[in-house]
């Protein structure tokens, strides 16, 4: 019964229109009325509580970071770096795409930022040079899909605040399957162009090539020294965000002199209202979180799913196919902060390690964000490249079953995560 409510309350609140965090509070609420304790005291003091963490400032300074980062110069030199590096092979600006997206990732740790950034600078390249303009787009929405998972990623920082897990080892852990969604990408684009007829561009001279790594120098040290960071206990995640922030500020206003100070206003702006929703998403479901465990819903799933506890492989597909389902609705973060109190009880009976599933189950809300009909980086493609969401998800349908087959090849396989975050963090 408790179960029914809590799924009943939730989706009947969203069907309604509400906003996924009142619709978080509205489900809070009717488990208190279920369970006759409601009082609005208990429910505001959550509210609060929810928001009052010390790990997730990291969030507003990753924003910023990647506000700065977008406007400041060095999105658009990680491009050109990728451009000379690789654009002359045969369909090279896809391979410059996933490239530029990789390391944009262990700069901003936003996915929606990177879509943006890439959209804007690449798409307009690809048609130029006669790509085929869905195929392009989907693939730039597929490549910003590593922004969640290579570090500093500001979906670990909510997935271990809500579920505990440490911050620093997640960052660590998503390294190499971020590496392997990015090579998934590039056989896939190479499959897909190797019989197309598209002329690449000049191969860049020795020279052109140095220039733009010496020119991108700067951007490329900001993910160096907050992994180098991470990995050595020299600042946790919160202090690593701060860094990035004062590091892309420093490199924008005084190495690349391209952001002004005029310009700071609308950053921090930005960086604040988005924050601002994020921010809002955690403190309401940190009142769904507080009703779940008082409701012993956890227990109830437990029991329900009993059988498959001695079955952990089993378990995690279970628990992905979820996911994957819910992220064809809903957002990554209200998905992260509504799933994670209810799956973790499971992954510790069955006892799958905490870290190996905050990976999976961030790849599965990364892969989220390209799904149809939801699919925010969809629509930021869409909008940001003038291209209609039919087309771009047309697109990025190829790519998308890509990662989620690398996905699944973790769940079979946890060493391809576990191995290499061992050897990382040690």
Request: hydrophobic share 60%; net charge neutral; proline share 6%.
């Amino acid at each position: 019964m408790t179960i029914a409510i809590f799924l009943g309350s939730l989706l009947g609140a969203m069907a309604l229109g509400l906003p996924i965090a009142f619709a978080l509070l509205a489900c809070g609420a009717a488990l208190m009325l279920h369970l006759d304790m409601f009082d609005a005291q208990i429910l505001a003091q959550n509210l609060l509580e929810g928001a009052n963490s010390f790990p997730l400032l990291a969030v507003p300074f990753f924003m910023l970071a990647g506000e700065i980062m977008n406007t400041g110069g060095l999105s658009r030199r990680i491009v050109n770096l990728a451009m000379a590096l690789v654009g002359h092979v045969k369909g090279g600006l896809g391979y410059v795409a996933i490239m530029a997206a990789a390391i944009m990732s262990a700069l901003s740790g936003s996915a929606v930022a990177d879509a943006a950034a890439l959209a804007a600078l690449l798409l307009p390249m690809m048609t130029r040079a006669g790509y085929d303009k869905p195929r392009s787009a989907g693939l730039l929405a597929s490549a910003a899909v590593m922004g969640p998972i290579i570090p500093p990623s500001i979906g670990f920082v909510v997935f271990g605040v809500a579920a505990n897990v440490s911050i620093s080892k997640l960052f660590i852990a998503g390294i190499f399957p971020g590496i392997l969604l990015g090579a998934a990408l590039w056989f896939t684009w190479w499959w897909m162009v190797r019989r197309q007829k598209i002329e690449p561009t000049p191969r860049a001279s020795r020279a052109e090539v140095m220039t733009a790594l010496k020119d991108a120098t700067f951007a490329l040290g900001l993910p160096v020294i907050v992994i180098v960071g991470l990995k050595f206990g020299v600042f946790t995640p919160t202090e690593a965000a701060v860094v990035a922030a004062v590091y892309a500020l420093f490199v924008s206003m005084v190495v690349y002199k391209e952001l002004k100070v005029s310009q700071l206003y609308g950053l921090f702006q930005a960086a604040a209202q988005t924050t601002a929703v994020v921010m809002f998403l955690v403190a309401a479901a940190m009142v769904s979180a507080w009703m779940i465990t008082v409701a012993n819903l956890p227990a109830e799933l437990v029991t329900l799913l009993q059988p498959l506890l001695d079955q952990p492989t089993v378990l995690l597909i279970a628990i992905m196919v979820i996911t994957m389902l819910v992220g064809t609705a809903m957002d990554m973060t209200p998905t992260i902060l509504i799933l994670t109190p209810v799956f973790m009880p499971l992954v510790k009976a069955a006892g799958i390690d905490p870290v190996y599933f905050g990976v999976l189950f961030m790849i599965n809300n990364s892969i989220g964000l390209i799904t149809p009909p939801v699919g925010t980086i969809l629509s930021t493609v869409a909008g940001v490249g003038k291209i209609s969401m039919d087309e771009v998800t047309r697109g990025v349908w190829p790519f998308m079953i890509a990662q989620f087959t690398v996905m699944f090849l973790m769940v079979l396989f946890p060493q391809l995560v576990t191995v290499p975050a061992r050897w990382f963090y040690g």
